[in-house]
């Protein structure tokens, strides 16, 4: 079992920056590939980014390619995803998740789910 905390969201203005934490309990940890997603009001939930288990390999969606960077600390349990030149479109529910398969952008392949943190970009 994988618990997952997200932190770090709040309100920020266009081209600022941000830094989610995603804090998660569980000795298998560091086997776990860890990805966040967002969900924006009216919106379907869609994929940000994931880092595999060693931090070696990450993916970005196009949309933040160049602005976001995703690491990990599998010492300190802890997955970091750093938001530079936030854009109002950024604005959403960002959420941690955590696959014992590879990497991958598929909602549907992630085992467990933090509750989320709101993410607010304003104009």
């Known amino acids: 079992q994988v618990q997952l905390v997200e932190s770090g969201g709040g309100l920020v203005q266009a081209g600022g920056s941000l830094r989610l934490s995603c804090a998660a309990s569980g000795r298998t940890f560091s086997s776990y590939a860890v990805g966040w997603f967002r969900q924006a009001p009216g919106k379907e939930r869609e994929f940000v980014t994931a880092?595999?288990?060693?931090?070696?390999?990450?993916v970005y969606a196009d949309s933040v390619k160049g602005r976001f960077t995703i690491s990990r600390d599998n010492a300190k349990n802890t997955v970091l995803l750093q938001m530079n030149s936030l854009k109002p479109e950024d604005t959403a529910v960002y959420y941690c998740a955590a696959t014992s398969a590879a990497w991958s952008r598929g909602i549907g392949d992630y085992d467990y789910w933090g509750q989320g943190t709101q993410v607010t970009v304003s104009s």
């Open positions: 880092i595999d288990w060693s931090g070696a390999n990450t």
